[in-house]
């Protein structure tokens, strides 16, 4: 079934069609689909797809292991994360992916105390984690999707004054 997401204001809509090819490509295991896909998630607005990624990895991380993570827990979610990409793309650095991993659970803030991913490292690596995690779970992508932006969107809603 494929999903549009036409409903979404135009920033939205075009972190969710890249990000969804990126998935698509990571699933199959294509890389130089995944490139492309990740190369246009990257040219888009970082914060926004930082959220956007960062919410998906903390639902299924939430949904995966509900009483928390243990550092073991970490270690073997990074290690299989690494390991299946690494089988098709060399690319994947396993402490991009811890960090991800800590981001989403907010326990690493980026900034000048903290390691620094730029936009093309989150667009390369938090597809490869998700497309982990989603096996995981046995989850829809376009279900923890929606269910992402509409959590952003109640967010936004409550801040506004």
């Known amino acids: ?14 972190i969710a069609e890249a990000a969804t090819g990126a998935v ?25 797809v930082g959220n956007v990624l960062g919410a998906v990895v903390r639902s ?6 509900p009483d928390g993570l243990t550092a073991d827990d970490v270690r073997g979610l990074v290690g299989h994360c690494v390991r299946s990409a690494a089988e098709w793309f060399p690319g994947v650095e396993a402490d991009v ?9 907010g326990l690493h803030q980026s900034g000048p105390e903290g390691f620094t991913l730029d936009g093309a490292e989150v ?5 490869l984690l998700i497309t982990d995690l989603l096996a995981a779970s046995g989850r829809s992508w376009n279900e923890v999707l929606a269910a992402a932006f509409s959590g952003i969107e109640l967010i936004e809603i409550a801040e506004t004054p």
Do not use: N
């Open 60 to 65: 299924l991380l939430e949904e995966l292991h």
């Open 97 to 105: 992916v811890v960090i991800l991993v800590a981001g989403a659970l």
């Open 24 to 48: 698509r490509a990571a699933r199959s295991r294509d890389a130089e689909a995944f490139q492309t896909e990740a190369t246009r998630l990257a040219a888009l607005d970082s914060e926004q």
């Open 1 to 14: 079934m494929s999903v549009t997401w036409r409903h979404l204001p135009k920033p939205a809509r075009a």
């Open 123 to 127: 667009a390369r690596h938090a597809p």
